[in-house]
């Protein structure tokens, strides 16, 4: 697992998973030879091993924000590291709730982590596994990478953080969800790589459309709280990012709307380097 790289594990925006679709939102960053997982969503378990990730090599999780297509695996896949590598220490950082929610997964499982200790002689999870809440500023850092947190605008989420990671290798900003929050692009000022969550606005009206008995809000909820495409392309071009990388697609890339159709939206106000993001997409830093 040597290789630096950058792999987005779930690329769509929501909780709901479709047949043969994308994931929810995760992704991991290798940086000689260990994870970093940032944010996890639905299916972040199965596409971390997909992927050719290995537990041993996890170092820490970050969380962006406590909306489910973000966090809804995380004690999921903790509790799978705990099971599948030799006892390490993990670490986990996240908003306001991280404690409430790490304190309910461990609880949850109770039964089988004191059956586990007694009967396979695993090593006592709470002793590995600590986590950390943050604010805007710095979050964490080790001999590899050096993280900060820069609160953007997600309504009605109050506690939502955009995450610069510098590494010696390169700098990549995760977008985080957030509508058009211009301080982002200062927040991303030359990184090489953004990571912005993209809305296709008329594919976006067409599933609040069909959408509309379960999610009666939701468009409501679409254009208050997320960004799209051309407003994607906006905050790159101002932050003069090297790289552009969309993922967090609202809605998915399938029957509603094509990956030409998402290029097509960001060209509009962005011309520099572009990643139209996809499920286990694999970055090199
Ligand atoms: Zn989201
Ligand atoms: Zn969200």
């Known amino acids: 697992m040597g290789k630096n790289k950058l792999i987005l594990l779930g690329t769509k925006g929501g909780p709901v998973i479709t047949r043969d ?35 041993a090599d996890l170092e820490a999780v970050f969380i962006t924000h406590h ?51 007694a009967d396979e002689g695993l090593a006592d999870p709470s002793m590995l596994i600590s986590w950390q809440e943050f604010h805007s500023g710095e979050v964490y850092q080790d001999d590899r990478i050096r993280v900060t947190a820069c ?30 929050y211009p301080p982002l692009a200062d927040f991303a000022k030359g990184a090489d790589i953004l990571i912005h969550e993209a809305m296709h606005l008329g594919a976006a009206k067409q599933l609040c459309e069909q959408n509309k008995d379960i999610e009666p809000n939701l468009w409501a909820h679409f254009s208050a709280s997320h960004t799209s495409c051309e407003d994607a ?30 290029e097509e939206a960001v060209r509009k106000t962005y011309q520099g380097e572009l990643i139209i993001g996809h499920d286990l997409c694999e970055i090199a830093l």
């Not at 953007?152 to 058009?180: M, N, Q, R, W």
């Not at 090297?242 to 998402?262: E, W």
């Open 233 to 262: 392309g906006r905050i790159a071009t101002m932050a003069e990012c090297h790289q552009l990388v969309l993922n967090h697609f609202v809605p998915q890339i399938g029957s509603l709307v094509s990956r030409a159709d998402y």
């Open 21 to 55: 679709g994308a994931w929810p939102t995760s992704h991991a960053l290798v940086v000689d030879g260990k994870a970093y997982v940032i944010d996890a969503g639905l299916g972040v378990t199965r596409q971390y091993v997909q992927a050719g990730l290995t537990f």
């Open 67 to 117: 909306h489910s297509d973000h966090n809804l695996e995380l004690g999921a896949f903790i509790y799978t590291a705990w099971n599948a590598a030799p006892p390490h220490p993990i670490s986990l950082h996240g908003p306001q709730g991280l404690d409430h929610l790490m304190r309910h997964v461990l609880a949850s499982q109770d039964f089988d982590i004191r059956i586990r200790i």
């Open 151 to 180: 609160k953007v605008s997600h309504p009605p989420v109050e506690e939502c953080y955009a995450l610069k990671i510098e590494t010696s290798h390169k700098t990549i900003v995760f977008g985080a969800d957030t509508c058009f």
